[in-house]
């Protein structure tokens, strides 16, 4: 039982660069996340997904876009990737909105 | 939306003192109040959470309080140790449709001295 798995765990982009993160959860969860995470502002929620097929804005969704076509997998996508989206990015699941979020070990991305 | 403020940003504390982190919310409907420990480089893990229905939380050496009149609520460390130091985030969420998002602190990032 893997848990909750981010790919790739670090990238560099130019800018203007499009690419996928992926991450997967072999725990049956419905509901999954994708945060960054910036120096001193925590966690911030970019989209999230509440079940195979649907997707939903968070706090910071511009510039990213996500898809859940398998209940396991939940994708981020940069189309354009810019300097300020350089972050820790970090996706979450959990069994349902009762049940404590599980995190994985986070996506370091750097766009020059 | 959701607003949430911790304090204090950073804490340093002697090996064997307690610690107090603190937090503040906004929504009074918020219902929910898990706190994470997060390692440098690890991903956040959950040591601790409540529900609006108790005031007080304990496991071992961490406590959790919640003043819901007041909309703060706490995280206490007890016989702190080297081990304790990492940046802890409390959170904030609320049951309804919107897949019951967890709103962050910006975190305090705790020093225990030995």
């Known amino acids: 039982n893997a848990g909750v798995t981010q790919t790739p765990k670090f990238r560099v982009l130019k800018t203007g660069q499009s690419m996928t993160l992926l991450c997967a959860q072999d725990?049956?969860?419905?509901?999954m996340y994708w945060y960054r995470q910036d120096p001193g502002m925590g966690l911030r929620l970019i989209h999230y997904?509440?079940?195979?097929?649907?997707?939903a804005k968070g706090e910071v969704p511009d510039g990213y876009n996500v898809s859940r076509l398998k209940k396991q997998n939940f994708l981020l996508g940069l189309e354009s990737a810019a300097p300020s989206q350089t972050s820790v990015y970090f996706c979450?699941?959990?069994?349902?909105?009762?049940?404590?979020?599980?995190f994985g070990d986070g996506t370091r991305l750097s766009i020059l | 939306g959701e607003n949430v403020e911790q304090h204090p940003s950073t804490l340093s504390v002697q090996e064997g003192d307690s610690a107090v982190i603190k937090c503040t919310y906004s929504?009074?409907?918020?219902?929910?109040f898990p706190w994470y420990k997060q390692e440098l480089g690890k991903r956040p893990q959950l040591i601790i959470d409540i529900r609006s229905n108790v005031g007080e939380k304990k496991d071992q050496r961490i406590a959790v309080t919640l003043n819901k009149t007041a909309k703060h609520f706490s995280l206490h460390i007890t016989e702190t140790q080297p081990e304790d130091s990492a940046v802890y985030f409390c959170?904030?969420?609320?049951?309804?449709?919107?897949?019951?998002?967890?709103?962050f602190g910006g975190g305090t990032r705790l020093m225990v001295k030995p």
């Open positions: 725990m049956n969860h419905e509901y």
């Open positions: 959170a904030a969420s609320k049951n309804n449709n919107a897949g019951n998002m967890l709103t």
């Open positions: 997904s509440v079940g195979e097929g649907t997707t």
């Open positions: 979450a699941s959990r069994p349902s909105p009762k049940q404590p979020q599980h």
């Open positions: 929504d009074s409907a918020s219902n929910y």
